[in-house]
């Protein structure tokens, strides 16, 4: 995870999410390592962790967004993970900007919080509670400011205090 921060703090995206999904790939295997494929893994993770993804991305909580038949965590999967994976690139379907504005269509136009969103995701699912960045760093979201490094491992506690903020106590005790 620390290239993945490191590209992302240069705003260089596309290397941040090379070494994104591999972490990601990572993490979704160890909260369900029985019975599922690798793409149901890897979606249901976003889907489980959509509300701190949005929250960070975009100060909203927004889940269970479907755009011409196709979610969240699967344009993620399909049109990012796979293809940069795979093909060295993202899909020209799945763009991220600076602009802080989200757009979607046939193409998601997200803000590059986005992948901060994703990547502090990973960072507090319990199953990473053992890890740490090699450079720790400062990190702001939702009006606080924090150290990347006391975020492993804490999902819990980050889902109870967006349950208060966003008065959504439906995301407290969630997988």
């Known amino acids: ?100 504005s989200i757009t979607i269509t046939d193409i998601w136009l997200l803000p590059a919080t986005y992948i901060l969103g994703m990547i502090i995701a990973v960072m507090v699912a319990p199953e990473n509670a053992t890890e740490r960045l090699d450079k720790d760093g400062t990190v702001h979201f939702l009006g606080q400011e924090g150290q990347l490094n006391t975020l492993w491992g804490v999902e819990e506690q980050l889902k109870t205090y967006l349950a208060s903020r966003f008065r959504r106590p439906d995301l407290v005790n969630r997988p």
């Open 1 to 100: 995870m620390s290239s993945c921060v490191e590209a992302f703090t240069r705003k260089d995206y596309e290397t941040a999410l090379i070494h994104f999904f591999p972490a990601l790939d990572k993490t979704a295997k160890l909260r369900r390592p029985m019975g599922k494929k690798v793409g149901e893994r890897i979606r249901q993770f976003i889907t489980d962790q959509e509300a701190i993804i949005t929250a960070i991305a975009t100060g909203n909580i927004i889940t269970n967004i479907s755009i011409n038949g196709i979610s969240f965590p699967e344009a993620i999967y399909k049109f990012g993970r796979n293809p940069l994976l795979h093909e060295g690139e993202l899909d020209p379907r799945l763009r991220f900007t600076e602009s802080g």
